[in-house]
């Protein structure tokens, strides 16, 4: 099969599986309460901008979850690396590294 062809089903199927979770990861929520579980989330950035955007980037995200006023991603980059990150909700610019995860 045409690997040019492959690429674009391939980025839909992940993007797809990509809401899916985020969704199922927000709907599950998280049962500890937070100091940021009643923040505002006005000015964040939908979960589509964020993996768009990241996307855009060259990552291919497959998990969004919320967690402690953030979008906790994980990813896979061009070479094939994992990634965990926090994204900041109402730019998408990566926080800094939390090391208490």
Not at 24 to 47: E, F, Q, T, V, Y
Request: charged residues 30%; aromatic residues 6%; glycine residues 10%.
């Amino acid at each position: 099969m045409n690997r040019n062809r492959m690429i674009p089903g391939l980025v839909g199927g992940l993007a797809a599986a990509v809401l899916l979770s985020a969704g199922i990861a927000i709907a599950d929520g998280d049962d500890r309460h937070d100091r940021d579980d009643d923040m505002p989330r006005d000015g964040w950035m939908s979960l589509v901008e964020v993996a768009g955007q990241l996307e855009s980037q060259g990552y291919t995200p497959y998990e969004i979850e919320i967690d402690d006023g953030a979008y906790e991603v994980t990813m896979v980059d061009e070479q094939g690396m994992v990634i965990e990150t926090y994204i900041d909700p109402t730019n998408g610019e990566p926080l800094p590294r939390r090391w208490d995860d």
